[in-house]
């Protein structure tokens, strides 16, 4: 199975910068689609974006897009997320994950995740 571990997570001010990172066991496959997601206090988990492995993106969220990206490096197996312009209502725990593979498979969904990482908190306050 894969592992993933995620880092970056801390306390930022709006408007602030973060990255996050995410390492998958060094031998692990390389799924087609990974995706970062997020999860506030009492809201459900949501997709941010996904990656497929030739690098096209699948923009889930609206309220991040033009502020966050994700990038992957597939020798590495490693995800990114770089967090730009943040605001108090991206304050969430920020989660890593493999999407399963499958034609059809809609990268966005949380129900499509084959493997999560434990997650990184990300706090925007002042």
């Known amino acids: 199975d894969v592992q993933l571990v995620e880092s970056g997570g801390g306390l930022v001010q709006p408007g602030g910068s973060l990255r996050l990172s995410c390492a998958a066991s060094a031998n692990a496959r390389r799924p087609y689609y990974m995706a970062w997601f997020r999860q506030a206090p009492g809201k459900e988990r949501e997709g941010i974006q996904a990656i497929n492995t030739p690098g096209g993106r699948v923009y889930c969220s609206d309220s991040v897009k033009g502020r966050f990206i994700i990038s992957r490096n597939n020798a590495a197996n490693t995800l990114d997320l770089q967090l730009d312009r943040l605001k108090p209502e991206d304050t969430a725990m920020y989660y890593c994950?493999?999407?399963?593979?499958?034609?059809?498979?809609?990268?966005?969904?949380?129900?499509?995740?084959?493997?999560w990482g434990q997650g990184t908190q990300v706090t925007v306050s002042s």
């Open positions: 994950a493999s999407v399963r593979d499958g034609q059809g498979v809609a990268p966005c969904l949380p129900s499509n995740v084959e493997t």
